[in-house]
Nanobody, 123 residues
Framework: VQLQASGGGLVQAGGYLRLSCAASGRTFSNLGMGWFRQAPEREREFVAAVSWNGDNTFYTDSVKGRFTISRDNAKNTVYLQANSLKPEDTAVYYC?????????????????WGQGTQVTVSS
């Protein structure tokens, strides 16, 4: 599967962005999907994941209540609505697809990655 992430940008603290990730090349509706992020000089970390049908979602603690992951299988797209953004959310955000149908917080569960989209939050 090929993944194309978009929607990043520069926003002030407290603002919001909606990231999108369009998939092609494999049956999207069978795949668990995730979002990860990587700040400069830091490891790539899990942000959120969604199950194949969108019914199950989970998040890293630092974004709970602020970020929402969702998917539209008819459009082969997964979204990350990021609200109440903080400077510490600044990172390159990557979407990922994997065969774990309920998604995973582990990078090894994903075998396809998008190119990343930069999110910068100014204080």
């Amino acid at each position: 599967v090929q993944l194309q992430a978009s929607g990043g940008g520069l926003v002030q603290a407290g603002g919001y962005l909606r990231l999108s990730c369009a998939a092609s090349g494999r049956t999207f509706s069978n795949l668990g999907m995730g979002w990860f992020r990587q700040a400069p000089e830091r490891e790539r970390e899990f942000v959120a994941a969604v199950s194949w049908n969108g019914d199950n979602t989970f998040y890293t603690d630092s974004v709970k209540g602020r970020f929402t992951i969702s998917r539209d299988n008819a459009k082969n797209t997964v979204y990350l609505q990021a609200n109440s953004l903080k400077p510490e959310d600044t990172a390159v955000y990557y979407c990922a697809a994997g065969r774990a149908p309920f998604g995973s917080r582990w990078r090894s569960a994903y075998d396809a990655w998008g190119q990343g989209t930069q999110v910068t939050v100014s204080s």
